[in-house]
């Protein structure tokens, strides 16, 4: 019988298969006796499993974003399906795909990156030139393909940065002509920029997490200094300085997307495009 999925699990069906550790806890029942708590994942979602009459050196056998095989029974209590295990065993991440353990986008990378980039066709020719050396570095275009927008929010899944800004780009692209008043090419780039640090601020390889940059620096900041590395490297292709003005727009954008201090924003947004950033 071939792998079945979280999504694909009933009451009363028997497991035998490997699951990616979201979460481990050492817990206490009414009687005192330990028993381990684990959020198993795959890439169709979570379920919570027990493991009774555990101890410290269960505990310490893996860890969150490890491989586990476990043996159980799925079974269901208070309205939820959870699993009862009988027998856990880590296993080497580098014998498995990681593919069956992380939630993907469902939808095709290569064409929201292409539409990505046919919708990035700018008019000034500074701007153009600066989509151009992001979208020139294979390291960051591989990276932002593949990081979610979040480890447990909106577009928490593989793919979901790029998706979460194409979608974007579309509602903006829509409404631009409503507002004649918008610099079209600043809010467009802007919404690319926008979150462009979780290319950084975020681990994927496994479970979604927060890297040391990440935890340290956050996404906003990352933003700001990819942002300048590439302005730097865009009068390699114009022959001319990148205008000032152009990058405290942009700087803007990404310090005031947030909207607000409480939201961690380190700026309110006070330029058009900021504000119509904002609202998207």
């Keep these: 019988m071939g792998r079945r999925y979280v999504q694909q699990l009933s009451d009363g069906d028997t497991v035998d298969d490997v699951f990616l550790v979201g979460d481990k806890q050492m817990r ?26 555990a101890n410290e050196s269960l505990f310490r056998l893996f860890d969150e974003g490890d491989l586990l095989r476990v043996k159980g029974r799925v079974q269901l209590f208070q309205g939820a399906l959870q699993m009862i295990l009988s ?13 069956d353990f992380l939630p993907h986008t469902e939808q095709d990378i ?7 980039r046919t919708i990035l066709k700018l008019k ?3 701007l153009r030139a600066l989509v151009e050396c992001f979208l020139m ?3 960051f275009v591989r990276a932002f393909c593949r990081v979610p927008a979040g480890v447990k929010n909106h577009h928490a899944y593989v793919g979901g940065l790029l998706e979460h800004v194409v979608h974007m780009l579309e509602v903006a692209d829509r ?6 008043e918008l610099d079209r090419d600043l809010l467009l780039l802007g919404v690319f920029l926008h979150d462009i640090g979780k290319t950084r601020e975020l681990a994927y390889d496994r479970a979604f997490s927060y890297t040391d940059e990440g935890q340290l620096v956050g996404h906003i ?22 205008p000032h003005e152009l990058l405290l727009r942009l700087k803007h954008m990404i310090l005031s997307h947030h909207g607000a201090y409480e939201y961690g924003s380190p700026r309110l947004p ?4 900021a504000i119509a950033l904002h609202h998207l």
């Design 124 to 126: 000034n020719h500074h």
């Design 221 to 242: 900041t990352i933003g700001v200094e990819l942002l300048n590395e590439k302005v730097r490297a865009a009068p390699e292709l114009t022959g001319e300085p990148f």
């Design 270 to 273: 006070m330029t058009p495009e």
């Design 110 to 116: 290569s064409k929201l990156l292409d539409r990505l």
């Design 28 to 53: 206490a029942n009414r009687n005192g006796n330990l028993f381990l708590q684990i959020e198993l994942r795959d890439r169709t979602g979570a379920i919570s499993a027990r493991l009774w009459n």
């Design 87 to 99: 027998h856990i065993t880590p296993v080497e991440a580098e014998k498995t795909d990681l593919a």
């Design 137 to 139: 570095d294979d390291a």
């Design 175 to 180: 409404i631009l002509p409503l507002y004649p």
